[in-house]
């Protein structure tokens, strides 16, 4: 009996230091970035971004120049990406706190992180992965080790940046109810930043030696508002902020389900107190801090022992407006808030590394492609496809659409030559992207677009949707088919507030 149990315990050992040591077995580093558009210099979002570190690895690995997130707000589009589902597959439209959810919706998926582990990987997560507090979901099964990190006490330079007044006659601005709209520097070490100690985790987790390949998945928050980083990184951009394309009645030919979506509530703010140029300015200090943290990962990474059996793959889970269609922040289909920095670095790729690859693509098939980079067997339940090819050879052409969901009933698709957008109510926008990038021109109502327009709904658009999942729910941002006039109204009520204000309205 003794001798037996020797035997199978040398066999295991034996057998797990072959699979630790096997080269076949790459390690995955996923940087998640929060909120993060396209205003990063490996795309043409805003000339005087800064993100060098983040360059050096898009020009290194393949460069997704046309990638967009399955879903524009924080919790649907992680959900769809963890979970490897599309929103209309698993009933995910809106915010939840995914641990309240109800047994039976979606404890039959594998997420992402938990089935590396149960393929022998050590997985870690440093705070924002999941939308917060979804982290807490399977956290015992999915992670050997997660860790959740906070910014120290913030002393905010009010001055230098825009700083609403509810937020500045509170004790804590930081913490006020106002701090969503605060842009302004902090006069504190960045060792004192949340994403700064997460970095600085990674980089110590990645000079130690595992005898496991590992999964580390890296959730960076900054730049979501508030939009505070270290004084050093507002330094940087201390000319005049360039203003991005901008149309002032934009809106006007848009139906009223996909103007709703424009975030009006703070635009009116923004040009009362004339706090454009502080915000923008405050968005590329925010990440051009994200970028010196990436700097941070990535520097150890090429420094350790992982350098060249490492994929690592670079999200945003969303994009971000700054004044476009009169919008701030995300929840709308429109290039602004769909479209995402996207690049994935095998250093195994000796055909497709260095390439920009400018197919459409969406975020709902890196499940699928880390499972065929590295192996592993994708569960049933996950939608998608594998973006391996393209990885390989990225100018291979691409005939599906990238597709973003928000709310059920809405959604848009983007194809190299035009986005297609179509809501609940069955109103439309089509944007012909190879003379209009800045999507100002609907040509919806354009008789002669009407194939286009009924091919792109045959051929792409699902045809069942899964009903919205509802308990536990956390519903905002969104008109859809299950929520049809709650934001639409009060979107009517900010125009006539807008249009009493003295402002130029947007419409
Ligand atoms: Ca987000
Ligand atoms: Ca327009």
């Known amino acids: 009996m003794k001798k037996t149990y020797l035997i199978l315990t040398s066999f295991l050992v034996f057998n797990f230091i072959i699979f630790a040591n096997d080269k076949s077995q790459p390690n995955v580093l996923l940087i998640c970035v929060d909120d993060l558009n396209d205003w990063v210099s490996f795309l043409d979002g805003h000339p005087q971004s800064k993100t060098p570190h983040m360059k050096k690895l898009a020009d290194k690995g393949v460069n997704f120049s046309d990638a967009h997130c399955t879903s524009p707000g924080c919790s649907p589009s992680r959900n769809a990406f963890f979970f490897g589902v599309e929103p209309h597959n698993s009933g995910l439209y809106p915010f939840y706190d995914i641990v309240e959810i ?9 997420p992402m992180p938990l089935l590396f582990r149960q393929n022998g990987y050590f997985t870690v997560g440093l705070n924002k992965v999941y939308h917060n507090p979804d982290n807490e979901y399977k956290q015992k099964e999915q992670w050997d080790i997660y860790k959740s990190m906070g910014d120290s006490n913030m002393n905010l330079l009010l001055d230098q940046g825009y700083v609403p007044e509810k937020a500045k006659n509170s004790k804590n601005p930081a913490r006020s109810k106002a701090k969503r709209l605060i842009a302004c520097p902090a006069d504190n070490p960045k060792e004192d930043f949340r994403d700064y100690k997460i970095a600085d985790y990674a980089a110590n987790f990645l000079s130690k030696d ?44 848009i139906p009223i389900a996909g103007q709703s979506n424009a975030q009006i509530y703070v635009e009116k703010p923004m040009r009362e107190h004339d706090a454009w140029e502080q915000m923008r300015r405050a968005y590329l200090s925010c990440v051009s801090f994200t970028d010196d943290n990436v700097g941070i990962v990535m520097d150890a990474l090429n420094q350790s022992a992982y350098v060249d059996n490492t994929i690592v793959v670079l999200w945003s889970d969303h994009g971000f407006h700054l004044g476009e269609k009169r919008s701030f922040s ?32 969406g975020l709902i098939n890196v499940y699928k ?16 496809i594998s973006l391996k090819p393209w990885v390989y050879q990225p100018k291979t052409p691409k005939k599906s659409p990238a597709m ?46 009407k194939p286009l327009m009924e091919s792109f709904q045959n051929s792409w658009l699902p045809k069942s949707e899964k009903p919205q999942v509802r308990s536990g729910i956390k519903l905002y941002n969104v008109s859809d088919a299950d929520n049809p006039t709650k934001n639409i109204n009060s979107y009517k009520r900010l125009v006539k507030d807008y249009q009493s204000s003295g402002l130029k309205p947007p419409l």
């Open 369 to 384: 492609t880390l499972c065929d980079l590295t192996g592993l067997e994708a569960p049933d339940h996950v939608d998608g």
């Open 210 to 253: 595992h005898k496991k390949p590992f999964f580390l998945a890296v959730g960076f928050i900054l730049p979501h508002t508030p939009l505070i980083a270290p004084k050093e990184n507002f330094e940087r951009f201390s000319d005049a902020i360039i203003e991005p394309p901008f149309k002032y009645d934009d809106l006007q030919d």
């Open 404 to 449: 973003t969901t928000w709310g059920r009933g809405n959604y848009t698709l983007k194809t190299k030559k035009w986005r297609y957008t179509r809501y609940f109510d069955g109103t439309e926008e089509l944007y012909n992207q190879s003379n209009d990038s800045n999507e100002w021109n609907n040509l919806a109502s354009n008789p002669e677009f």
């Open 330 to 361: 995300k929840f709308s289909l429109w290039n602004e808030a769909t479209r995402v920095p996207f690049i994935i670095y095998d250093p195994r790729n000796e055909t497709g590394n260095q390439q920009i690859c400018e197919e459409p693509v």
């Open 102 to 110: 109800e047994p039976g919706n979606i404890d039959h998926y594998t």
